[in-house]
């Protein structure tokens, strides 16, 4: 028996129609979103179906350009259902036939696909290292109840997802190009599309005063992008003894946002020092205008 909420329709179609030719006038797929490797049901409605000797056969990508047989669960006259997996994407179609009569013209069926990517949309824009992520996935193929979602080696946990959309959070990575990928259980092709987190990068600095002196704490402004906030520092640079960025003498951040540092802080060794962040254990390239400390 057809499991689908298919029961009233076959209440319904219990009417034989005698010996006449068979026809289809529509056939219902569930899903209607045909899933390459998932196990299709079906309705065919029709006339003319003869219980005893009705065959189906669905058409499509090889091995079934020329037909391949379907397993019918239930027959009546006018209703036949049955369930089919279809491990080719392509478009399919059905054809009926009663024992040796010309069989029916071909109805589609469904077309069964495999995951595909066509949109990425993520929140923030663009991903911050070290901050949540919030990701969602718009394609199709998508299997509601065995999509799996990888960012990197790294699975993902869904927080929803159906035949076109799939949503997921985690915690940014550090910079750079991941594979975001998306695959159905069972079905081998899979999707993949490339993701990439920026590094942290400073835009923008303000000294008061414009000129500190040693050792004396003093206010700065930082603007810039993919800062992650709350998890941002201040470096400064200088030849040869902070070549690789060093943390100011005394720092406290007061404001910081994806997009701004203020506070105060003290450098206690006079010279020029360009300026820089680390963010999230990830650092930004020293901005090329310097500080100068007297």
């Known amino acids: ?71 019918l669960d239930e027959s009546f006259p006018e209703l036949l259902t049955g369930r089919v997996k279809i491990d080719s994407d392509g478009e399919y179609s059905i054809a009926i036939q009663n024992g040796d009569n010309v069989p029916t013209p071909q109805k589609p069926l ?10 990425i949309l993520t929140r923030p824009d663009p991903p911050i290292a070290g901050m949540k992520l919030e990701l969602t996935l718009v394609g199709s193929g998508f299997d509601p109840d065995s999509a799996a979602v990888s960012l990197g080696s790294e699975p993902l946990m869904w927080k929803s997802r159906n035949y076109n959309v ?17 695959s159905n259980i069972g079905d081998p092709a899979g999707a993949v599309q490339s993701l990439e987190i920026p590094l942290p990068q400073v835009t923008a600095f303000v000294a008061n005063p414009n000129a500190p002196t040693r050792g004396v704490p003093f206010s700065f402004l930082i603007s810039g992008e993919n800062f992650a906030t709350n998890l941002t520092t201040v470096l400064v640079y200088r030849q040869p003894d902070c070549r690789v960025g060093c943390i100011p003498d005394f720092i406290q951040i007061t404001k910081s946002t994806a997009t701004f540092l203020s506070g105060r802080m003290t450098v206690r060794s006079p010279g020029q020092f360009a300026i820089g962040v680390r963010s ?15």
Request: hydrophobic content about 35%; aromatic content about 8%.
């Open 1 to 71: 028996m057809l499991r689908t909420g298919y029961g009233l329709l076959i209440a319904s179609t219990m009417i034989s129609t005698g010996a006449q030719g068979q026809s289809i006038d529509r056939i219902w797929a569930k899903p209607n979103s045909c899933i390459r490797g998932k196990v299709i049901e079906f309705a065919i409605l029709g006339t003319g179906f003869d219980p005893g000797t009705a065959k189906a056969q669905y058409f499509g990508a090889s091995p079934c350009q020329n037909g391949c047989a379907l397993k």
């Open 110 to 119: 469904c077309v069964v696909t495999s995951p595909k990517i066509s949109q």
């Open 166 to 182: 799939i949503s997921s959070e985690t915690i940014a990575p550090r910079p750079g190009i991941y594979n975001l990928s998306i």
């Open 280 to 294: 999230a254990g990830s650092l930004s390239s020293p901005y090329p205008e310097f500080l100068t400390i007297h």
